[in-house]
């Protein structure tokens, strides 16, 4: 028995041996990763490093952030400060928000910093692109897309994406069971992009054969850059090659149209733009730039309108007054089209109506408090988080050195939610704060405490398209539906990559009667 005790006592005591052996060598390793990166600051500069964590050796902070998603970068906000250095994904990172220190990364681009993608993302959309041009070249590029998004095109844009709207609406009216609006808002923006963009009109099934192998690509454009089987890029190729082979008789097509033709959607502006700068595009360019253009419009879009009918559900006030201002201009009806029952009553609003669309770019410029409620829903859950940049040099933000080749991520979310120039606060949701009321203290603060679209050189060249989306799909809600959930609470958002609930938000749509669209039915 004694024996048996020394036994037990002595392998107790290697046990604890070895486990102190290990955690001494995991914080020496850990020390030496901190140490690795703080001796790789610019020498140059007297500047410290932002403070922060670098985590554990080459797995830095990953595991961390992908545990706790948003909260990650809000708890080292409030330990850190609004610049702060991690490591994630292999990389040393600055995390940065405040309008002032966003305000020197976004004006920065091509000076102190360039755009930061993935080599999967490159390899997967082509060289041809805008996301991947540099310096000139990306200005060049990015004159000729500005076209495609001109008031002149806006309006010509306005009334397809309100016939669009207006169908898909009512479809949700219409279905016999619960709609997953995310779902239906991907496969929508999908079409809509497709239209807008490309000029194609895709059946339904086409339509949603197309939208899952889009959504393969955009899902692997962050894989590892590893072209074998069963990998995230080999997946993200095949899906790329199946929808080049699809655009490719459109696209081929538009290339021996008629020179002098009007251009009817984004792809043939940016054809007839290119021609007058004496440059015949290819036709790889053009299905590289048309992708391009679907993967710009798709899941943000898709992120937003989401969001849009999320916080209309929850805020039933600001549904009246959107009411209230629509009735003020003589929009606070729908059309009559109305579905029969078997019986011959009506109940509901055709999917397939063919009335003509009543709003244009001016009228939306007129619904003023539908304008503010699109601000805020953008400001309140932005569809991406934020943006990533390379330091292309050493230089100062915040009394910090960013030392030249780290990453640098600028955060929407986190710089929306500490912006100190609203009335109210804001994690609240309040249209009335891009009302008259609060102009003043907006405008003294710049414009970079409000960033869903960035700024500067790499500024979303399609947000006042974005912004007509969600205002359309504000008025042909209100007007034709009422809606409640159907599970029994509201889903939790997921923020990473993009937000979206996690069910997909399951809704009942009810249609209003035409007759009393202009009155105020409870949601």
Same mark, same amino acid.
């Given at each position: 028995?004694?024996?048996?005790?020394?036994?037990?006592?002595?392998? #107790? @005591? $290697?046990? !604890?041996?070895?486990?102190?052996?290990?955690?001494?060598? =995991?914080?020496? /390793?850990?020390?030496?990763?901190? +140490?690795?990166?703080?001796?790789?600051?610019?020498?140059?500069?007297?500047?410290?490093?932002?403070?922060?964590?670098?985590?554990?050796?080459?797995?830095?902070?990953?595991?961390?952030?992908?545990?706790?998603?948003?909260?990650?970068?809000?708890?080292?906000?409030?330990?850190?400060?609004?610049?702060?250095?991690?490591?994630?994904?292999?990389?040393?990172?600055?995390?940065?928000?405040?309008?002032?220190?966003?305000?020197?990364?976004?004006?920065?681009?091509?000076?102190?910093?360039?755009?930061?993608?993935?080599?999967?993302?490159?390899?997967?959309?082509?060289?041809?692109?805008? #996301? @991947? $041009?540099? !310096?000139?070249?990306?200005?060049?590029?990015?004159?000729? =897309?500005?076209? /495609?998004?001109?008031?002149?095109? +806006?309006?010509?844009?306005?009334?397809?994406?309100?016939?669009?709207?207006?169908?898909?609406?009512?479809?949700?009216?219409?279905?016999?069971?619960?709609?997953?609006?995310?779902?239906?808002?991907?496969?929508?923006?999908?079409?809509?992009?497709?239209?807008?963009?490309?000029?194609?009109?895709?059946?339904?099934?086409?339509?949603?054969?197309?939208?899952?192998?889009?959504?393969?690509?955009?899902?692997?454009?962050?894989?590892?850059?590893?072209?074998?089987?069963?990998?995230?890029?080999?997946?993200?190729?095949?899906?790329?090659?199946?929808?080049?082979?699809?655009?490719?008789?459109?696209?081929?097509?538009?290339?021996?149209?008629?020179?002098?033709?009007?251009?009817?959607?984004?792809?043939?502006?940016?054809?007839?733009?290119?021609?007058?700068?004496?440059?015949?595009?290819?036709?790889?360019?053009?299905?590289?730039?048309?992708?391009?253009?679907?993967?710009?419009?798709?899941?943000?879009?898709?992120?937003?309108?989401?969001?849009?009918?999320?916080?209309?559900?929850?805020?039933?006030?600001?549904?009246?007054?959107?009411?209230?201002?629509?009735?003020?201009?003589?929009?606070?009806?729908?059309?009559?089209?109305?579905?029969?029952?078997?019986?011959?009553?009506?109940?509901?609003?055709?999917?397939?109506?063919?009335?003509?669309?009543?709003?244009?770019?001016?009228?939306?410029?007129?619904?003023?408090?539908?304008?503010?409620?699109?601000?805020?829903?953008?400001?309140?859950?932005?569809?991406?988080?934020?943006?990533?940049?390379?330091?292309?040099?050493?230089?100062?933000?915040?009394?910090?050195?960013?030392?030249?080749?780290?990453?640098?991520?600028?955060?929407?979310?986190?710089?929306?939610?500490?912006?100190?120039?609203?009335?109210?606060?804001?994690?609240?949701?309040?249209?009335?704060?891009?009302?008259?009321?609060?102009?003043?203290?907006?405008?003294?603060?710049?414009?970079?405490?409000?960033?869903?679209?960035?700024?500067?050189?790499?500024?979303?060249?399609?947000?006042?398209?974005?912004?007509?989306?969600?205002?359309?799909?504000?008025?042909?809600?209100?007007?034709?539906?009422?809606?409640?959930?159907?599970?029994?609470?509201?889903?939790?958002?997921?923020?990473?990559?993009?937000?979206?609930?996690?069910?997909?938000?399951?809704?009942?749509?009810?249609?209003?009667?035409?007759?009393?669209?202009?009155?105020?039915?409870?949601?």
């Amino acid at each position: 028995m004694f024996s048996w005790g020394m036994s037990c006592l002595s392998v #107790l @005591g $290697a046990a !604890g041996t070895a486990l102190l052996c290990v955690g001494l060598l =995991l914080s020496l /390793a850990q020390h030496l990763w901190t +140490l690795r990166w703080t001796l790789s600051r610019d020498r140059a500069s007297a500047l410290p490093l932002p403070k922060g964590s670098m985590g554990w050796p080459f797995f830095g902070e990953t595991l961390h952030w992908l545990v706790q998603g948003s909260r990650f970068h809000s708890s080292r906000r409030e330990r850190y400060g609004t610049v702060f250095k991690t490591h994630l994904l292999g990389r040393p990172v600055i995390r940065v928000s405040g309008a002032e220190n966003v305000r020197t990364i976004l004006l920065g681009e091509h000076r102190l910093v360039r755009s930061q993608w993935p080599q999967s993302a490159h390899i997967l959309l082509g060289s041809h692109t805008l #996301l @991947g $041009a540099v !310096g000139e070249p990306h200005r060049q590029r990015r004159r000729v =897309l500005a076209r /495609a998004f001109s008031r002149t095109a +806006l309006e010509r844009y306005v009334p397809r994406l309100q016939w669009a709207l207006r169908r898909e609406v009512r479809s949700w009216c219409a279905a016999p069971g619960p709609v997953s609006v995310y779902e239906a808002a991907k496969a929508l923006t999908f079409r809509m992009a497709a239209l807008i963009f490309l000029g194609l009109r895709l059946e339904e099934a086409q339509c949603a054969e197309l939208t899952r192998t889009f959504e393969q690509l955009v899902e692997n454009l962050f894989s590892l850059p590893l072209d074998v089987p069963f990998s995230g890029l080999r997946k993200g190729i095949r899906a790329r090659d199946r929808l080049h082979q699809h655009l490719e008789e459109a696209i081929v097509e538009k290339l021996h149209r008629d020179k002098a033709a009007e251009p009817g959607d984004a792809l043939d502006m940016i054809i007839h733009s290119t021609r007058e700068l004496g440059h015949e595009l290819s036709v790889q360019e053009l299905k590289e730039s048309a992708v391009e253009l679907l993967f710009a419009a798709f899941f943000t879009t898709a992120s937003a309108s989401t969001s849009l009918v999320l916080l209309l559900l929850q805020h039933p006030a600001v549904v009246s007054k959107i009411r209230q201002e629509l009735a003020a201009l003589g929009l606070g009806r729908s059309c009559g089209c109305v579905l029969g029952a078997s019986g011959g009553a009506a109940v509901g609003p055709r999917p397939d109506c063919g009335c003509k669309p009543d709003l244009s770019l001016a009228t939306l410029g007129r619904l003023r408090y539908v304008d503010c409620v699109v601000k805020e829903v953008l400001r309140l859950l932005p569809p991406v988080s934020g943006g990533y940049r390379t330091a292309l040099r050493t230089f100062e933000l915040d009394g910090y050195q960013i030392p030249k080749g780290w990453s640098v991520m600028y955060s929407i979310r986190d710089t929306h939610e500490t912006a100190a120039v609203y009335r109210s606060p804001p994690e609240g949701f309040d249209p009335e704060r891009f009302g008259p009321a609060g102009e003043d203290a907006r405008g003294s603060a710049g414009r970079f405490h409000y960033i869903p679209f960035g700024g500067g050189a790499r500024s979303c060249l399609g947000q006042e398209l974005a912004q007509a989306v969600l205002q359309l799909l504000a008025v042909e809600l209100v007007r034709t539906a009422s809606w409640e959930l159907a599970t029994p609470a509201f889903p939790a958002l997921q923020t990473v990559p993009i937000v979206h609930p996690v069910d997909g938000l399951q809704l009942w749509f009810h249609p209003l009667a035409p007759a009393a669209a202009r009155e105020e039915p409870l949601l």
